[in-house]
């Protein structure tokens, strides 16, 4: 807090009396709220939300989901496949049943499934159709960093970012609807409130795109809430984390983008409808996976999992069999010969 001095003569004992003691509350104002949690944005996830340069919250002004999303374990996994991985979670959306889990709350990097929260809080403070002009900060990657390909200047709108963003996973993409909506500070302060506000405790995010950071972490149960909240929510979501391809056409303000899934598990599994890879060093490979057969939706989470897409699609498959569907997957064939060699490719 800082004190402005004001231009005041003191010509009374009185005066100064009264001055003495409102000078003194407001020392022990300052003192107690020291005392208090602490607000820095790069706490922990339950003091997330604000900032410590500010006397509002990070986030002020913006909107969060206030509905909670909370999974309970309902089903014996002792049939499940065998999963290698360091974390996940298999579970059904519309029962809110956990049909499988594996060090479920283990705090790990989550890589770009960060881009998952980043988009629950674009669309539930920005209209799709949104102008957005992308300014330099937004393009300044590192030369290994995913992008889809858009240079300072160029004006679309939030859903074309968000496709961007979300197919082929453009830092670029998500760098632009945060800093050149209401800045990164304050939206990375929307993204933590969210959290927060979900009911969930594992996660706490510093970007919007998920370069590796420390302080930067999820657990695949928080990955499948918040993943669950923005299916719920938005239908431009769910239409745009299922798309093998996308077209951007033309428009005075950019050029036509032509857009390929990374997902390769929406080729892998026909059921599949989304949602969202990622890997860095640090994290693995990471999948957000959905998939929809016969009114069930079933979401799964692999953290830091090998050959993610496969066994994603493995296990969502054994999740339908579970819920008395079929299963669609080939079944295995026994190895002909001791000698034959695995694929590489899973």
């Known amino acids: 807090m800082r004190l402005v001095a004001m231009p005041l003569v003191l010509r009374r004992p009185s005066t100064l009396a009264v001055l003495v003691v409102l000078a003194t509350i407001c020392a022990l104002a300052v003192v107690s709220g020291r005392a208090g949690p602490a607000t ?16 509002r919250a990070a986030w002020y002004g913006m909107s969060v989901d206030r509905d909670p ?36 709350h283990a705090q790990l990097p989550p890589a770009s499934t960060t881009k998952i929260v980043s988009a629950l809080v674009a669309l539930a403070n920005f209209n799709p159709s949104r102008p957005v002009t992308v300014t330099a900060d937004a ?16 004006t679309l709108t939030v859903r074309e970012l968000l496709t961007g963003m979300l197919v082929v996973s453009g830092n670029d993409a998500a760098n632009a609807i945060a800093t050149d909506t209401v800045g990164v500070e304050r939206f990375v302060g929307a993204m933590n409130a969210q959290v927060a506000a979900l009911g969930l405790h594992d996660s706490h995010f510093t970007t919007p795109v998920g370069l590796q950071d420390p302080d930067q972490y999820s ?17 431009v979501f769910r239409d745009i984390v299922a798309m093998r391809t996308a077209d951007l056409a033309a428009t005075p303000g950019h050029p036509e983008f032509f857009l390929q899934s990374i997902n390769q598990l929406l080729a892998m599994y026909p059921a599949a409808v989304g949602i ?3 890997w860095t060093a640090d994290a693995g490979y990471c999948e957000v996976g959905m998939a929809v057969r016969d009114g069930h939706r079933l979401i799964s989470v692999l953290l830091n999992a090998p050959y993610s897409y496969s066994q994603s699609r493995r296990l969502l498959d054994w999740g339908f069999v579970q819920e008395g569907l079929a299963s669609t997957l080939p079944t295995p064939t026994p190895t002909p010969t001791a000698t034959a060699k695995p694929s590489p490719h899973g």
């Open 69 to 104: 999303v909370q999974f309970a374990a309902t089903t014996d996994a002792g049939t499940a496949p065998t999963v290698n991985t360091r974390a996940g979670i298999l579970v059904d959306i519309d029962s809110n049943a956990i049909l499988w889990q594996q060090n479920a």
């Open 276 to 278: 969202k890879p990622g």
């Open 219 to 235: 657990s695949a149960y928080d990955l499948a809430a918040i993943a669950t909240a923005a299916v719920r929510r938005f239908p």
């Open 139 to 154: 393009v300044h990657l590192a030369w290994d960093e995913s992008r889809m390909g858009l240079a300072a200047g160029q």
């Open 40 to 55: 820095a944005l790069g706490a922990r996830a339950d003091s997330a939300n604000t900032a410590a340069d500010l006397t």
